[in-house]
């Protein structure tokens, strides 16, 4: 049995650019392109399933968990809409990045360096953020598994990530690493991305069920990420736990 989630070299890949987080123009320029999609779509769908009336804080007084939160793109944003957000990195680097970046911002982030397996806190979350991180673990299943045991029941589990398809080689490794230049070369390994379907499966063994998934599309007429059924790339699956 995996005794854990980490794989060592996709840690000290992204420790590397650590410093490069909250550049919009470096290394994680597609990921400040990808937030607003990203962060609209967690919104959306965490009002509609608890109801949240208020426009000003619409997710005020939820407990968030984001696993993977790298430099904190999330996890702000996430704090500003009113949510208690805990975020955790394997990266010791990364966490750095994202305490001294939201301390700047007077914002009130836990920040834990971890992986969920090894995560020693009794808290259970509201909604649980597993954004473009799956695809960078050793073990998707114990991943998954060691996530949702912080999920609170009938909580919601964001998974974000790429499908393993030929397109999806073009496009996310030949394309924006190799001729657009939008990631450095070696970001994405295209044999652990996962297919929906085994994704949903994983899902289903961990007491989660589906509830949803819409694929990620670059629209580069108005250079921004829009939701829609196109899921042979990018997709996000939204999970409730049974």
Request: contains cysteine; positive net charge.
């Amino acid at each position: 049995m995996k005794s854990n989630t980490i794989n060592k070299k996709e840690i000290e890949k992204f420790s590397k650019i650590a410093s490069e987080w909250w550049d919009p123009n470096g290394k994680f320029k597609p990921l400040h392109k990808f937030n607003p999609i990203r962060i609209k779509y967690i919104k959306d769908n965490a009002k509609e399933h608890y109801k949240m009336k208020s426009k000003v804080l619409p997710l005020k007084k939820l407990k968030i968990l984001d696993i993977g939160c790298g430099g904190g793109l999330l996890c702000e944003p996430m704090s500003r809409l009113g949510a208690n957000v805990t975020g955790i990195d394997a990266s010791e680097k990364n966490i750095n990045v994202a305490k001294i970046h939201s301390s700047k911002k007077n914002l009130k982030i836990k920040y834990y360096c971890s992986s969920p397996e090894k995560l020693k806190i009794k808290d259970k979350f509201d909604i649980i953020l597993n954004m473009e991180i799956i695809e960078h673990v050793e073990d998707v299943n114990y991943f998954i598994k060691n996530s949702s045991k912080f999920l609170k029941k009938n909580g919601l589990m964001f998974v974000a990530t790429l499908n393993k398809t030929l397109k999806s080689y073009l496009f996310a490794i030949v394309g924006a690493e190799y001729v657009l230049r939008w990631l450095p070369i070696g970001t994405h390994e295209w044999n652990k991305f996962v297919k929906p379907s085994e994704l949903v499966s994983y899902a289903k063994k961990n007491s989660l069920k589906i509830k949803k998934i819409d694929g990620v599309v670059f629209n580069p007429l108005q250079n921004t990420w829009n939701i829609n059924s196109d899921k042979s790339v990018n997709y996000i699956a939204l999970f409730q736990k049974n």
